[in-house]
T-cell receptor, first 111, second 115 residues
């Protein structure tokens, strides 16, 4: 799996949009970008994934650059419950591949 | 997505003893994995639990220390053997459903403290 680079920590004011960047400059053509988050003392939780098009679901939006070398996870209206470590992972989407976690971004939502 | 029951949720163990962690899934899954998360660190994959055969271990992890069983498609165990304080971590079970859209599902983890 290609490696990713994320800032170690970020703060965001409650109610504002949280934008979490991820660099994956060595991503292969068949690799997807996945985002997970880990709230304290819980297992990681799937958020969203995409290949090349921007994606949106009830939790977040994923913006992938045209060259696919970077992406941004957007939490449109951050709440205190969004405080967590966010992991950006790239992998092929065959369903049988192991997940390799990087260090992630610790997002703190400020009241 | 699958629902995972992982037991125990936490334990405090004496050094030199062993602890077996159970992972039960409510549906048949293709892949099961075991991860370790040391305090303040990210998740590290220990091994892939293979149904009916020996687990596939990642570099730095060996079967004698972390024996794994997977007797069927919905159940697996991880044993942490001959524990030392360095084994104090959260151990997580993870599964993936075939062609699952939402990727991997994780258990809530087992918080192990070795004293």
């Amino acid at each position: 799996d290609a490696k990713t680079t994320q800032p170690p920590s970020m703060d965001c004011a409650e109610g504002r949009a949280a934008n979490l960047p991820c660099n994956h400059s060595t991503i292969s053509g068949n690799e997807y970008v996945y985002w997970y988050r880990q709230i304290h003392s819980q297992g990681p939780q799937y958020i969203i994934h995409g290949l090349k098009n921007n994606e949106t679901n009830e939790m977040a939006s994923l913006i992938i650059t045209e060259d696919r070398k970077s992406s941004t996870l957007i939490l449109p209206h951050a709440t205190l419950r969004d405080t967590a470590v966010y992991y950006c992972i790239v992998r092929v989407n065959f369903g049988n591949e192991k997940l390799t976690f990087g260090t992630g971004t610790r997002l703190t939502i400020i009241p | 997505s699958a629902v995972i029951s992982q037991k125990p949720s936490r334990d405090i163990c004496q050094r030199g003893t062993s602890l077996t962690i159970q992972c039960q899934v409510d549906s048949q899954v293709t892949m099961m994995f075991w991860y370790r998360q040391q305090p303040g660190q990210s998740l590290t994959l220990i091994a892939t639990a293979n149904q009916g055969s020996e687990a596939t271990y990642e570099s730095g992890f060996v079967i004698d220390k972390f024996p794994i069983s997977r007797p069927n498609l919905t159940f697996s165990t991880l044993t942490v053997s001959n524990m030392s304080p360095e084994d104090s971590s959260i151990y997580l079970c993870s599964v993936v459903l075939w062609q699952s859209v939402d990727g991997y599902t994780f258990g809530s983890g087992t918080r192990l403290t070795v004293v």
